[in-house]
């Protein structure tokens, strides 16, 4: 019904809309001036004492989530971190053991794959960790520990608010596990914090100040056949994200791609008016990466690649070699994909309006995937 849909055009309209109330729902109780605790993760300090290592499975948008999270959970607990899709783990021989810690990720809790991988997981004597956002779902009820989104309801086939409450249960666990085991100091956990608590006021900021204008640009993208998105480091798994919700709910094959990949393969797509969003490092967080992104974009400009660059607030670099550039706000280096995937949800979603798609319900994809 229209009312359930709060006056937004389609639920995942709506749910885009809710994608700061997302962010700010799943931190609310867990950070206290400063200090990161999970009150349902209380009595599992040996637990997460005891690991080695961490696998993270999933499917679909939440194993981009977990590739977020890798580049967090590593940095902060400075235990290796592995990411795997749940249907690609359980049908080898993986390494694990009682000091494994397998995270699996999941929307509704129910998608079979990944279920079947924490089970799998569960007899081979790991510890499991289920991050879910439906309350009493199968996946947390087979997990030694649970750590909820609590982005609200995700009707929309194609997941959006789910995606960036999962990148911050991430964040939350990392800072937690990370603060148990002493890889972390507190200072940098209080400041860490006060990064994350800023980021629902600057999602806020790109939806009202940015979405007509990328709606508007995605309209005039309506005929475009095909799509490729370019990032680095925590760029990368945004880049994928915007390639997946563009074939999801457009039809227009899309691909995402490792910036430093190109010219490995991808450059050789390149032909003039090619559409290539490139998801640009903040070069205050390293003036290395941005370099080698922005040189990315001058190699696909010269051979004619439309760019549409998604860069920080301020960031020159980009402007005499991008056709659009879509504006994100300051943050931290590791909390720019929280922000930076904002635009191709946007995106994505425009275009499909553009061309009279029913974005909530594109064909033969199916919300839950509760078969193997
Ligand atoms: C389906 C949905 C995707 C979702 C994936 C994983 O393919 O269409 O939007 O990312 O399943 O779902 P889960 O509920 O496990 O997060």
């Not at 006060?194 to 007509?212: F, G």
């Not at 991808?266 to 290395?288: K, M, N, W, Y």
Request: aromatic share 6%.
């Amino acid at each position: 019904a229209a009312a359930d849909k709060g006056g937004w055009p389609s639920f995942m309209a709506k749910e885009v809309s809710e994608e700061p109330e997302a962010v700010a729902n799943t931190l609310r109780g867990r950070i206290h001036d400063g200090v990161v605790s999970i009150p349902e993760l209380d009595g599992l300090d040996d637990l997460f004492r005891g690991i080695d290592r961490i696998i993270v499975i999933a499917c679909g948008t939440a194993a981009y989530a977990g590739m977020v999270g890798k580049y967090a959970l590593e940095q902060w607990t400075r235990l290796p971190v592995d990411v795997e899709l749940a249907h690609e783990f359980r049908y080898r021989d993986p390494v694990i053991g009682p000091s494994t810690l397998v995270v699996s990720i999941s929307q509704s809790g129910e998608t079979m794959d990944t279920l079947m991988a924490v089970k799998f997981a569960r007899e081979a004597g790991a510890k499991t960790l289920s991050i879910c956002n439906t309350q009493g779902a199968t996946i947390p009820r087979e997990s030694d520990a649970i750590v909820y989104t609590h982005a609200g309801p995700e009707v929309a086939v194609a997941s959006t608010k789910a995606f960036v409450a999962q990148i911050t249960a991430l964040y939350l666990l990392a800072l937690h596990v990370g603060r148990l085991r002493g890889a972390v100091s507190a200072s940098a956990v209080e400041e860490l914090a006060r990064e994350l608590e800023a980021v629902p006021s600057k999602i806020t900021w790109i939806l009202e100040n940015d979405r007509a204008r990328i709606e508007e640009f995605a309209a005039w993208m309506a005929d475009t056949r095909s799509v490729l998105f370019l990032g680095r480091h925590v760029g990368y798994p945004i880049a994928l994200e915007g390639a997946l919700k563009l074939k999801e709910i457009t039809y227009i094959h899309a691909e995402g791609f490792a910036a430093g990949e190109l010219k490995h393969g991808p450059i050789a797509l390149i032909e003039p008016g090619q559409p290539v969003f490139v998801i640009v490092p903040s070069p205050r967080a390293s003036a290395l990466l941005h370099a080698k992104v922005v040189s990315n974009i001058q190699e696909i400009r010269a051979r004619g690649a439309r760019v549409i660059a998604v860069a920080e607030e301020g960031d020159a670099a980009v402007l005499p070699f991008a056709d659009e550039v879509l504006r994100i706000p300051l943050a931290g280096p590791l909390f720019e994909p929280l922000l930076a995937v904002v635009p191709l949800h946007i995106f994505a979603m425009g275009l499909a309006g553009a061309k009279g798609l029913d974005v909530d319900q594109p064909r033969n994809l199916a919300k839950s995937v509760t078969v193997e």
